[in-house]
């Protein structure tokens, strides 16, 4: 079936240094795309979107970028911090599914 | 502007016992989601409702499980003779209008420990 799905599980990253969090999805019918951080035990927080006429959307330090053609999207932090230290999840509106998510962890 | 509210935060039960499980949304939102994740895993969808309605629960399991979102007041997750392996983090969130994502919003969740 459907599905989105992430293509690591972990990543380490030193701090200051650039972060990129790939994403891929499966159902070509996805028009709106979402990732969220969830930080230990809390609730996922919404970090940024993007809809399917744009191919890329820039926000404080991050960015998403979408490839329709190939179904995958990625999100860049820039200068990733300690507090950067999260869970990232990217889920797409059909079906409201999330993948397992990426551990990201920044190396002080 | 409170946003979408669980309760309770922690929740210990034995095995055999009730859960139950609160998630009251945001204000002007009448659309209330429920997820499971397990320990380093995803977020699973359970059910989705609105109000008095249960619109979608196919990741519900089929027995002690059960959802509603009454007219008045919050929405509750309920599982009879809890197990072990329900042993997780339950999260809910709330949108303004059908199946829409923008705006959708979770709250803290409950984890619940079975022991």
């Known amino acids: 079936g459907e599905s989105v799905g992430l293509h690591l599980p972990t990543l380490s990253v030193q701090e200051g240094d650039n972060s990129i969090i790939n994403c891929a999805y499966s159902?070509?019918?996805?028009?709106?795309f979402i990732w969220y951080k969830q930080e230990s035990g809390k609730g996922p927080q919404f970090i940024i979107d993007i809809r399917s006429n744009m191919d890329k959307r820039q926000g404080q330090r991050v960015t998403v970028l979408l490839n329709k053609t190939v179904k995958h999207l990625s999100l860049q932090i820039a200068a990733t911090q300690p507090g950067d230290s999260a869970v990232y999840f990217c889920?797409?509106?059909?079906?409201?599914?999330f993948g397992t998510g990426t551990k990201l962890q920044v190396i002080p | 502007n409170a946003g979408v509210m669980q309760n309770p935060r922690h929740l210990v039960r034995r095995r055999g016992q009730e859960a139950r499980l609160r998630c009251s949304p945001m204000k002007g939102h009448s659309h209330v989601y429920w997820y499971r994740q397990l320990p380093e895993e995803g977020l699973k969808f359970m059910v989705y409702l609105q109000k008095e309605n249960i619109i979608d629960e196919s990741g519900m399991p089929k027995e002690r499980f059960s959802a509603e979102f009454p007219k008045e007041g919050p929405s509750i997750l309920r599982i009879q003779q809890v197990v072990r392996g329900d042993s997780a983090a339950y999260f809910c969130?709330?949108?303004?209008?059908?199946?829409?994502?923008?705006?959708?919003?979770f709250g803290s969740g409950t984890r619940l420990t079975v022991v």
């Open positions: 889920a797409e509106n059909q079906k409201v599914t």
């Open positions: 159902n070509s019918a996805s028009d709106y």
């Open positions: 969130a709330s949108s303004p209008r059908d199946r829409a994502f923008y705006g959708y919003t």
